[in-house]
């Protein structure tokens, strides 16, 4: 999950690897098609079971990692190549801020920093592994309750 609001109202983020199967269709029955399309990267993903109708983008504008909720902002960034980096969202995972620290503090989460490599890998399968490799260990000794989700 990559959290992108933490304030005093609580705790937003995304799931950032659970593609949808039939992503490319929705997206581009939403948007329209781009103009080249390459559906190994117009991923559409499960971002959480809260506002699933409600269609995100995950991008890097100016090497900064951005989120964004406008249609015209998601619309840019279908119809152009910025497309082929972007994780495009479909609902959001929230919590009580003390729900979420209460949990991370009970080893219920690996936290690492938002890095992009993880965050806009081109292999969902490899973010666990990337993750982990950041925090220093290797997946085999880690519980499958810890971060299986």
Do not use: M
């Not at 998601?74 to 919590?95: D, P, T």
């Not at 729900?99 to 890998?121: R, T």
Request: contains cysteine.
């Amino acid at each position: 999950v990559y959290v992108f609001r933490d304030d005093s109202d609580g705790v937003e983020g995304f799931v950032i690897n659970k593609p949808v199967s039939n992503g490319v269709d929705v997206l581009k029955s939403v948007l329209g098609s781009a103009e080249s399309s390459n559906p190994n990267n117009e991923r559409l993903y499960l971002g959480g079971p809260i506002s699933q109708a409600r269609l995100g983008v995950l991008f890097c504008k100016e090497g900064c990692i951005q989120v964004s909720y406008l249609r015209k902002t998601i619309e840019r960034v279908f119809h152009s190549e910025q497309r082929y980096g972007a994780k495009f969202i479909l609902g959001v995972s929230s919590w009580d801020r003390d729900q979420l620290y209460s949990e991370i503090a009970s080893n219920y989460w690996h936290v690492v920093p938002g890095c992009k490599d993880i965050l806009f890998s081109a292999n969902d399968s490899e973010i666990k592994s990337f993750s982990h490799d950041i925090l220093g260990f290797q997946s085999g000794f880690v519980s499958n309750f810890c971060g299986s989700s």
